[in-house]
């Protein structure tokens, strides 16, 4: 289902400074292998809920889909960050590129599925203007109810729905959150809106596999449950495998040496596939915010994190890769390759000309692969560490196991980096000054920091 | 026209080590004052020739346009890398969200517009399967004329141009490439397909103002005119402004600091508008493949350039805010910021609940507002240098002045960084290492270094 080449990172390939050794690299295995064993036994205490999320009932979802589905021509999802990233990540993975702009034919008659993660006047006003609302269905999603982007959208489309709908305006509205606190579930229960559960425990950005991202899923047609069974086998494949033959712990292990003990602190993740950009996109919400903490668990000030750079191939050769191979070596590059494309094509002899001939007769995926190999070689040439993961195909199943392993990656790199992987401190001075500059009861100290802050003898400003 | 406040990487504001006092910035201004002059100097020699774009005659372009864009259903553009992203921003930045989406009307009549710029077989079908040939005016755009995706992509069309259209097919192509070299010049001269010229001396990534994104943009009823006057107007600014008076020299030159001097490797570019998404990707292309070099002028090793990541708020405050508030202080952050927005929304109070209600009566606009002070003001608590730069509006003279600065500031930080802002050497290896995949004659030594280079020894795969 997976594959993992991690030879384009060992000394013998890329000499030595950007590499590690094989003797370094089996004797750090064996030195941290007891994480495995931690994090498989916190998960019993219930300390990694997300974790379970495949073996989780999905009934209610998969029947509400099955009889509702098909009655909209829009499926909104009104979300942002964790909200948001999985949705995105399983449409375009999952769906062909341009979905939304297919006749409902060849959608299957499922809904178009739009997801808007900002308050971009523009964008919402273009958005609305867009779809009958009537027609749509909007998905309010938040774990703690109260996220301030999500309720200015939703206040814009509780009045849109009532103008256009009176009453039966609650019809079109299906909420996702927290089972008892926040606005939205006060909401829900007053106006009696259908809701969906975020399950307790379960952080945005390890929420992909639970209703969060599941009902948009599974209304646009996805098959959620292969989704939840290509995750299941690979949860239990590395339960029953010991460490050092445990891919998500040596990957862990790897990014958490080059970022701390070789200078590489920046991660690039470059799929080539068009399909995985949003995939990329979520990754780099899950790492850098689960990792990049001030605070160590002994709390001790750490200021931890690699960086998350995403790219695409192979469009981004021909923007990042002069960077890569010739700016300061400070980069791991991950790969994530597909080796079988369902929908392959042949590139023609349309001309004949020497330029164009030696094109002629391979096909598209063919060129794709090569130019990965290529790339992959010239990084090598440079010493640049990298490695590959390979999909078999994209299918529900290999990215229910894609996801599932970056997360368990990125919490077996918590253990390493000695950081927390949930909660992120790190916002809440943002949110809170947020709530102070729109003039909200309590905030008001924060109002009089700011302007401390932020505004002391502005003399460095320049106009054209 | 632009405002840029610099205040925020002061030492005033950020106390010491992660910022620059005022002695010492108004120092490093004078001491290199003279590259302002130098790079006028060489531009009267032509050795900046995308400089003057913005004064050629664009009478050609406007004619066609004029008379025959509403003709098409469809524009596609086949190209990538800098034939790609300056169509895309300039796409994004200038017409309504979801535009593919709206209906022939809502667009004035002007056809949609497509970027391919990949070799994904899952893309090009879908695409391919979404347009109507006959309806579909393709533009092939290559300085080289040589680009083995674009060529690839070329040939596939012709093929099912062919097929549609017999020999009218050639009215359905415009070829935007080099005067006299080249494969698909050769393919115009034979083929008498309708051709633009690429500026000679401008690359790709300083292309945005020329045939490459211009005439794209002037078939979906972009004002190019005021676009390039925006250019203009900033040019004219610059060339008569002191050094120190000068925003894109200042800009480059605090950029150079903070990453050679204050270990800010990490160049952040984070827009709060959706529709400048497009233009931080290109900008993500221009500065690291400009500045990201191995050798300098003096031939000397440097490794040089700063890596750019491309951020967009306030989606990526859920997101990205946590590691840079949080992680290493490793980043150099550069906000873009829209004064007004024609097309507010104002937040309604919907719901009477004090988690609501605070947000009845503003805008959405000032929500995004409010929400980007949050963020500066947390990251200045945090000792995280950044800087705004302030449009007035999102207009077509404001995107051209843009674009034109940060060109500016690129080839600036060149003079600092002693490399060539020009050239892209790092691809080359690449590029024929493909060829050499792909069979191409006289490439076969490549073959024989790739699994030299790559096969040693594989016995770090692991398979799941």
Same mark, same amino acid.
Not at 49 to 68: F, H, N, V
Not at 72 to 87: D, P, Q
Not at 248 to 272: E, G, R
Not at 437 to 455: N, P, Q, V, W, Y
């Given at each position: 289902?997976?594959?993992l080449?991690?030879n384009?990172?060992?000394y013998?390939?890329l000499g030595?400074v ?5 003797g ?6 064996a030195n ?24 989780? #009932? ?8 099955r ?6 021509e ?5 979300g942002?960050g964790g ?12 769906k062909p590129p ?8 060849e959608?299957? #008659?499922?809904p178009?599925?739009?997801?808007l993660?900002?308050?971009d006047?523009?964008e919402?006003?273009?958005l609305?203007?867009l779809?009958n609302p009537?027609?749509t269905?909007f998905?309010v999603v ?6 301030t982007e ?7 489309t509780l009045k849109?729905?009532?103008k256009?709908l009176?009453?039966k ?9 927290d089972?008892?606190n #926040?606005f939205l ?5 007053k ?10 425990g379960?952080?945005?950005r ?5 209703p ?6 599974a ?9 939840l069974?290509?995750?299941s086998?690979l949860?239990?494949?590395?339960q029953?495998t010991?460490?050092?033959k ?5 990957s ?14 920046i ?7 068009v ?5 990329a996109e979520?990754?780099r919400q899950?790492?850098p915010?689960?990792?990049?903490k ?13 960086t998350?750079?995403?790219?695409l191939?192979?469009?981004?050769q ?11 070596n400070n980069?791991?590059i991950?790969f994530?390759?597909?080796?079988k ?6 590139i023609p002899a349309s001309?004949k000309?020497d330029?164009?001939l030696f094109?002629?007769g391979?096909?598209l995926?063919q060129l794709?692969l090569?130019?990965?190999?290529a ?7 440079s010493?640049?560490?990298n ?9 529900e199943?290999?990215i229910g196991?894609?996801l ?8 077996y790199?918590?253990k390493?980096?000695?950081v927390?992987p949930y909660?992120?401190p790190?916002v809440d ?8 500059l729109?003039g909200?009861? #309590?905030f008001e100290?924060?109002i009089?920091?700011i ?6 003898d502005?003399?460095?400003i320049m106009r054209i």
């Amino acid at each position: 289902m997976i594959e993992l080449d991690f030879n384009n990172i060992l000394y013998a390939v890329l000499g030595p400074v950007h590499s590690i050794s094989d003797g370094e690299l089996n004797n750090t295995i064996a030195n941290n292998a007891h994480i495995c064993a931690e994090i498989q036994e916190e998960r019993q205490q219930g300390k990694h809920p997300w974790m379970d999320l495949a073996e989780r #009932g999905i009934e209610d979802i998969l029947g509400l889909a099955r009889s509702k589905a098909k009655r909209w021509e829009n499926f909104l999802v009104l979300g942002i960050g964790g909200s948001a990233l999985g949705t995105r990540t399983l449409l375009e993975a999952l769906k062909p590129p341009f979905y939304n702009l297919l006749p409902a034919k060849e959608r299957n #008659g499922y809904p178009r599925l739009f997801v808007l993660d900002n308050i971009d006047s523009d964008e919402t006003q273009a958005l609305f203007k867009l779809i009958n609302p009537q027609k749509t269905l909007f998905n309010v999603v938040s774990k703690s109810g109260e996220t301030t982007e999500t309720i200015a959208s939703l206040l814009i489309t509780l009045k849109l729905l009532k103008k256009h709908l009176g009453k039966k305006y609650t019809q079109n509205l299906i909420v996702t959150t927290d089972k008892d606190n #926040g606005f939205l579930r006060r909401l829900v229960n007053k106006e009696g809106y259908l809701s969906f559960e975020t399950p307790k425990g379960v952080e945005g950005r390890y929420s992909v596999l639970s209703p969060v991202a599941l009902l948009p899923a599974a209304f646009i047609g996805i098959d959620i449950k292969r989704l939840l069974q290509g995750a299941s086998i690979l949860d239990q494949y590395i339960q029953k495998t010991a460490a050092d033959k445990n891919p998500a712990y040596i990957s862990a292990l790897i990014n958490f040496i080059f970022d701390t003990q070789k200078h590489k602190n920046i991660l690039v993740i470059m799929p080539y596939s068009v399909k995985l950009k949003a995939f990329a996109e979520w990754f780099r919400q899950l790492y850098p915010e689960s990792l990049g903490k001030r605070y160590n668990i002994d709390n001790k000030e750490v200021f931890a994190g690699p960086t998350v750079l995403n790219a695409l191939g192979v469009t981004d050769q021909h923007s990042q890769i002069q960077l890569y191979n010739e700016g300061p070596n400070n980069k791991l590059i991950v790969f994530i390759e597909v080796e079988k494309d369902k929908d392959d094509m042949v590139i023609p002899a349309s001309v004949k000309d020497d330029s164009a001939l030696f094109l002629a007769g391979h096909s598209l995926h063919q060129l794709m692969l090569a130019e990965k190999s290529a790339t992959e070689y010239a990084l090598v040439k440079s010493r640049r560490p990298n490695y590959t993961i390979r999909l078999k195909e994209l299918s529900e199943e290999t990215i229910g196991a894609l996801l599932y392993f970056w997360q368990l990656n990125t919490v077996y790199a918590g253990k390493l980096y000695r950081v927390n992987p949930y909660g992120q401190p790190g916002v809440d001075a943002g949110k809170r000054a947020t709530f102070g500059l729109m003039g909200r009861k #309590g905030f008001e100290k924060e109002i009089a920091d700011i302007s401390d802050t932020l505004t002391k003898d502005k003399h460095w400003i320049m106009r054209i």
